[in-house]
């Protein structure tokens, strides 16, 4: 796992939102795929999770049910169904490798060696797969709204620069980028597109850099 | 940093930890270590009587029925006693690592989704407690509090409503009101801690 070249971050006020919770599902795995390989941005949650814990610590308290604490001491011995332990598969992070059954996502041809496998879609959000042969573009996959795109092999270019494996491009559809596969090996890339309203309203901000070392 | 082989060590390896910075170490992160390590009851009850009732007025601020928080506030509290071993005390804060632990249970509550986490860092199962790391990340964590309390009120509201899981324009721009200089010394430590545990593993 290569840890120590990625150059492409996640905005901090979108590791904000992904910490507290606020980020739509496809934007969550993207974040949570890229933590996976980058210890930079790790350390970022870690120190937005210690803010968080402050807060909790000074929350006002409101008073628990009377019964509740024993309640909660009988259910320590209630055996919990043993999690199915997540693990990484090849290039694929955990919380995408999750997303398939089989050791290999369920690839569909685009035509001319472009590949996809859709692993989520929910009306306004989905995820996907993209395998794109060295020299081919990657399809457009938005539908309106922001796209964060994380390399997971290969690498692509296009007018904001080179992405290799665990950068990530963040684009709005305003944004037109052609990203074309470089030399080497197949380009994978885990893409996400989220056209929520409200969401999208907040981008602009969001993807300002604010207090990053 | 001493490392254990067995666990009969380790128990007397914490003791002696335990009698040379005990009064230094928070006893939030003395109860979670003992729960963890030594899966006591007592310790447990110990974190419910401090954290059940902060966490019942964290669900309700971030929009939770009074029922439904104490939902939230068992299911919280019995991951903590499940995923215990996940707990490393050099990378996070007792109140920290619970903070997430909320914030995950609060959406999965509201939105039927599962919330994607990243691969879990694994803690050396043989790998005690680092006395220096932990206070110096207890240290921080005072500064934090510190640097939070000297906010004027309206920024500190629209802090809390940030972490607490509300997105708006100004609780975004209220982000660059927060301590940054403690913040980013945070996140040099824990990288140097995570580049350091990375050697180990790989």
Known sequence: MSMSHIQHHIPEPLLVAYVSGNLPEPFALVVAAHISLCVECRAAMEAHQQVGGVILNEEKCVAVSAGMKAALLDLLDVPVPEEKPSRPKGPYPAPVADLFETETPDWRSLGRGVKQSILMDKGAGSVRLLSIPSGMAMPDHSHGGMEMTLVLQGSFSDVQGRFARGDVEIADSSVTHTPIADEGDTCICLAATDASLKFNALLPRLLQPLFRI | ?202
């Not at chain 2, 170490?25 to 974190?47: C, Y």
Request: proline share 3%.
């Open chain 2, 1 to 202: 940093m001493v490392r254990r082989t067995r666990k009969c060590d380790a128990i007397e390896e914490n003791r002696s930890l335990d009698a040379k910075v005990s009064s230094e170490i928070s006893q939030q992160t003395q109860w979670m270590l003992a729960v963890r390590d030594e899966r006591d009851r007592a310790a447990f009850a110990k974190l419910f009587d401090h954290f059940a009732p902060r966490l019942k007025g964290f669900a309700i601020r971030s929009g939770a029925s009074n029922a439904h928080a104490e939902e939230i506030v068992q299911e919280v509290l019995l991951a903590v006693w499940h995923k215990a071993s996940q707990f490393d005390p050099h990378r996070a804060q007792v109140s920290a690592w619970i903070y997430q632990i909320a914030r995950n249970k609060q959406i999965d509550q509201f939105r039927k989704e599962d919330r994607p986490l990243p691969e879990v860092l694994l803690v050396e199962e043989d790998d005690t407690p680092d006395a220096d790391q932990i206070l110096a990340l207890e240290q921080e964590t005072q500064e934090l509090h510190t640097a939070l309390g000297k906010l004027n009120p309206e920024q500190r509201e629209l802090i809390e409503q940030t972490y607490l899981g509300e997105l708006s324009h100004s609780n975004i721009e209220s982000l660059t009101g927060l301590p940054l200089g403690t913040i980013k010394s945070r996140i040099r430590l824990g990288m140097a801690r995570l580049r350091h545990e990375m050697k180990g593993l790989r």
